[in-house]
């Protein structure tokens, strides 16, 4: 199965509608960088590189792209990809590119990032491993053909390794679905578990490894990535579980100093208070949290597997020379 979760085409930006999946397969046409935002915003496109891919196409829509770019930049403050996506167009304009052929390169070089992703994790996969994974990391929400964390498995899995996977729920927006979703497209066996069923699964020494994604990681390891995340890699190295980040550069952030200057976004209330619950029950409802990084084994980005960010600012740094 191949997800195409953005294109543009005929001078419009088509989005899969990710809000109404997995039981509606529908797309919206995007026309204005108002549009475009509101998308971002209300989570129709998902997943730090595909909400940066969106972004970048979003100035191709625009007749001025630097007046703009700040609409863009409001619409989610966590995930840095939106905004390296948007620095990356607005410099090759300057450089005389058109920014729709600026965004179709930025699409291209996050395909690139990925696929390497993917393969540098598959080696840490061995066959007959049971996977955790936390919120959707797959070509949804990457807008290319491999994933982050996801596009991991699916390279094990293409590998023919013998894989099980379990899938956190990932509450309050069930990001575990659209997880599900993809794993059965693969043919990748996979079962759902609540989020509060990890740290029991683990004890059962029934996970071998957790695999996650990140919005933005800082420049001590810390990082940040949908909430549940923390418990998750604190339940992982209590119960002796190796517990990896993967992510493509453009999802470092270099310039901050630990994940106490990551901007946590806070969405409304209305998506954890659910019809179970009497009317007037209040709620807190942060979109991402942010764990140390004490408590990761090593990162996966395109350039290798790392221990410390020194290691991946030291392999990008060889890219440019």
């Known amino acids: ?16 509608d990710q809000t109404l999946l997995p039981l509606k397969t529908e797309y919206v046409e995007l026309g204005t960088v108002s549009e475009v935002a509101e998308a971002i915003k209300n989570m129709k496109v998902r997943g730090a590189p595909a909400i940066g891919i969106t972004a970048a196409y979003g100035l191709a829509l625009s007749e001025k792209p630097e007046e703009e770019a700040g609409i863009l930049l409001g619409a989610r403050p966590t995930a840095v990809d939106l905004r390296n996506a948007v620095d990356f167009v607005l410099s090759k304009r300057l450089d005389g590119m058109d920014a729709r052929d600026a965004a179709r390169k930025w ?32 070509a949804l929400a990457t807008g ?18 013998r894989i099980f996977v ?23 066996p996979h079962d759902v578990i609540v989020d509060s069923a990890a740290g029991s699964f683990m004890k059962r020494n029934e996970i071998d ?53 990551i901007k946590v976004e806070d969405r409304n209330e209305k998506e954890v208070v659910l019809d179970v619950y009497p009317e ?42």
């Not at 996969?125 to 990391?137: A, G, P, S």
């Open 1 to 16: 199965m191949e997800v195409k979760p953005i294109e543009f085409r005929d001078g419009k930006l088509i989005l899969l």
């Open 166 to 188: 379990f899938v956190d729920e990932t509450r309050p927006r069930f990001q575990g679905a659209l997880t599900s979703w993809e794993l059965r497209g693969l043919g990748i």
């Open 280 to 321: 007037g029950t209040r709620a807190r409802n942060p979109a991402f949290d942010v764990t140390p990084s004490e408590y990761v084994t090593a990162f996966i980005t395109e350039f290798g597997i790392h221990k410390k960010i020194k290691e991946v600012e030291e392999a990008w740094k060889s890219t440019l020379a």
């Open 209 to 261: 490894i957790v695999i996650v994604g990140a919005d933005r990681v800082a420049s001590n390891g810390d990082f940040a990535n949908k909430i549940g995340t923390y418990p998750v890699a604190v339940l992982a190295k209590e119960n002796k579980v190796p517990f990896y980040v993967a992510a493509p550069f453009s999802s470092f952030d270099l310039k901050i100093n630990s994940g106490n200057e």
């Open 107 to 138: 699409h291209k070089i996050i395909g690139e990032k990925c696929r390497g992703i993917a393969e540098n994790g598959a080696t840490l996969v061995k066959d007959e491993m049971k996977i955790l994974t936390h919120c959707n990391t797959g």
């Open 144 to 161: 290319v053909n491999y994933g982050t964390a996801l596009g991991v498995v699916k390279k094990a899995w293409e590998e023919k390794k």
